[in-house]
């Protein structure tokens, strides 16, 4: 067990790979507080991570919204006394060429994927810096540049209150959501696992498995860095 005693937040932890993350991290000992925004799988995942034996806390919060990442840091503080682990995993991608794409969902992309990261970091920090901790961004796409730069800033900033703050930068991960993505076809799938040295797609678990190491103490010396899981592809672009 090698989060036994952790509080960790996860946004966007109801689905995907934050859920995943989230019950890897409950399996590892830490007890949780999801924030998601559609609720309808939140009682589902409050009994998952309850029958680990850990506690579980699900919030209602867009982490584009101040107000509600206010809201969500404070319900933390309430239910758990603590934090000491943020995985800033809620992100969005819509699929669509670029000449589709209006300049409101451009902006809704980096408010969600950039800004929300920000706020999430910053209103954590009075409780992070209580005990120390870690701070886990999922990274990839072009707003996520702009995350990997943040992970190195705070990291910077972040350090001295012994806050580690590091990125995982996903492949192709299979989810419920990718595969309800119109450009995911069998066709694609198959030249993706063809260019990928371990031939085959990501697994929410996979992403897992890193950010519980990144959380961990085993990782305690580890700061301003992305693990990239994604089975060798970028290796071979
Ligand atoms: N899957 C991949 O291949 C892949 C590859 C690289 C990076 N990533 C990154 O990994 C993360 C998780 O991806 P995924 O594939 O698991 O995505 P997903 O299945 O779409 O899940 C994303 C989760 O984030 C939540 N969310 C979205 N916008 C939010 C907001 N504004 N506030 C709070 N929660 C919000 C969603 O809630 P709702 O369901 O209520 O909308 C959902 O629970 C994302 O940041 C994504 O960019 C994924």
């Given at each position: 067990m090698k989060l036994t005693g952790k509080v960790a937040v996860v946004t966007g932890g109801l689905r995907g790979i934050g859920h995943a993350i989230a019950v890897a991290m409950a399996e590892e000992g830490a007890d949780l507080l999801i924030a998601g925004r559609s609720l309808d799988r939140a009682a589902q995942t409050e009994q998952e991570i309850e029958a680990l034996g850990r506690r579980c806390v699900v919030v209602q919060a867009d982490v584009a919204?101040?107000?509600?990442?206010?809201?969500?840091?404070?319900?933390?503080?309430?239910?758990?006394?603590?934090?000491?682990?943020?995985?800033?995993?809620?992100?969005?991608?819509?699929?669509?060429?670029?000449?589709?794409?209006?300049?409101?969902?451009?902006?809704?992309?980096?408010?969600?994927?950039?800004?929300?990261?920000?706020?999430?970091?910053?209103?954590?920090?009075?409780?992070?810096?209580?005990?120390?901790?870690?701070?886990?961004?999922?990274?990839?796409?072009?707003?996520?540049?702009?995350?990997?730069?943040?992970?190195?800033?705070?990291?910077?900033?972040?350090?001295?209150?012994?806050?580690?703050?590091?990125?995982?930068?996903?492949?192709?991960?299979?989810?419920?959501?990718?595969?309800?993505?119109?450009?995911?076809e069998a066709e694609s799938t198959a030249r993706e696992i063809a260019r990928t040295p371990l031939r085959r797609l990501g697994l929410s678990a996979d992403v897992a498995k890193a950010a519980v190491f990144l959380a961990c103490d085993d990782a305690c010396y580890i700061t301003g860095t992305t693990i990239v899981v994604d089975g060798g592809a970028m290796a071979v672009w």
């Open positions: 919204d101040e107000t509600a990442v206010k809201g969500m840091i404070a319900h933390t503080a309430q239910h758990f006394g603590g934090l000491d682990i943020l995985v800033n995993n809620a992100g969005i991608a819509p699929f669509k060429p670029i000449d589709e794409f209006t300049t409101a969902e451009f902006a809704r992309v980096l408010d969600v994927n950039l800004k929300g990261p920000w706020l999430c970091a910053k209103h954590a920090l009075p409780l992070l810096r209580r005990r120390g901790g870690a701070i886990i961004n999922i990274t990839s796409a072009a707003s996520k540049g702009g995350l990997r730069q943040l992970t190195y800033a705070l990291a910077a900033e972040f350090g001295p209150h012994r806050i580690r703050v590091n990125a995982i930068a996903p492949g192709v991960i299979v989810t419920e959501r990718l595969g309800e993505q119109p450009s995911v």
